[in-house]
């Protein structure tokens, strides 16, 4: 891999459109306000509700959209918790997105319990100075996490409602290193064009589709194996805090106003998670700030040196 120094380019004749995909399985109203936040009428947006949503919420986020010509939803798929079908109804939302349209540049996945802290035109003067960059986390499996080689090292059988209880060891594929990160991603859009029209991801595909967790490691290593010219950089641009959990080991905290101060700084564009029956006031807060930073000018994201990788 090359490690290269790059700087963002400070002008850019037109502000880059994004195609954002998000993910709903709960907290209708929620939803509402995440969209309401990044929404802008040159951007394009796909929702995806999980089949397991309540034909009431479906009917009730089905009506909201509708007075927006640029948002859709995608045919609904039942997803798994840490299975393939996660990964796969990314891949369905990248390919729908780039039949729709083929005036958006980037590709940003959401859930719809993420909140942007940066305004969209701040946004989206960002990614106009880091045009074709990729952003990613992304780690060597075997050296970084070596905790997690049992995800890719096992063969699982996803089902309708979890994984099948026959796990079988298995030898992970000839002259490809494993890499790992998370499931949020920024990606330009040739970057999404690589993933569903390159010949080379299919034995990705044929081998994830049996292991553990493969949205947080699917895409790394699909980047970082192949022939993909783009530039990766390791930061997804996400405010995530990490606490214990059980068995899961880590999830990610549920934030409330005493983070308000944690939010405000750096340079991520959106964090998670948010739940409004837990503390709503936190999302009140990062409201009244978009707000105010909608009638700035947006600087705060224009110069920056970013370490990046090369495949």
């Not at 939302?93 to 969209?120: A, R, V």
């Not at 701040?122 to 990729?134: H, T, V």
């Not at 029956?277 to 920056?304: C, F, M, N, Q």
Request: hydrophobic share 35%; net charge neutral; with cysteine.
């Amino acid at each position: 891999m090359e490690i290269t120094q790059s700087l963002s380019n400070n002008t850019s004749c037109m502000k880059s459109k994004i195609a954002y995909f998000i993910l709903v399985h709960r907290f209708p109203n929620q939803f509402k306000r995440l969209f309401k936040a990044i929404y802008d009428k040159d951007n394009y947006y796909l929702i995806h509700l999980d089949k397991k949503v309540t034909e009431e919420i479906s009917k009730e986020i089905s009506c909201f959209l509708k007075a927006y010509p640029n948002a859709h939803i995608l045919e609904s798929t039942n997803v798994i918790w840490g299975g393939y079908s996660m990964v796969q109804a990314e891949l369905n939302g990248i390919n729908y997105l780039l039949s729709l349209s083929k005036s958006w540049d980037f590709f940003i996945n959401l859930s719809g319990q993420d909140f942007p802290l940066k305004s969209q035109n701040e946004i989206r003067e960002f990614l106009s100075n880091n045009k074709e960059r990729n952003f990613i986390k992304t780690a060597d499996q075997a050296l970084d996490r070596p905790d997690t080689m049992n995800r890719i090292e096992n063969h699982f059988t996803e089902t309708s409602s979890g994984f099948s209880d026959t796990v079988f060891k298995r030898s992970f594929m000839d002259d490809v290193t494993p890499f790992i990160g998370g499931q949020w991603m920024i990606l330009s859009r040739s970057c999404c064009e690589f993933i569903c029209y390159s010949n080379e991801v299919k034995k990705y595909e044929d081998y994830y589709i049996n292991t553990l967790i493969p949205d947080e490691s699917f895409f790394q290593t699909v980047l970082m194996n192949t022939s993909f010219p783009g530039i990766i950089v390791n930061d997804d641009k996400r405010a995530i805090i990490w606490v214990p959990d059980g068995l899961i080991k880590l999830r990610p905290k549920t934030f409330t106003i005493e983070d308000l101060l944690f939010l405000s700084k750096g340079e991520n564009i959106f964090a998670r998670k948010f739940d409004d029956e837990h503390d709503g006031a936190i999302v009140d807060a990062l409201e009244l700030r978009l707000k105010k930073h909608s009638l700035r000018k947006p600087t705060s994201l224009r110069r920056k040196k970013y370490l990046t990788i090369r495949p």
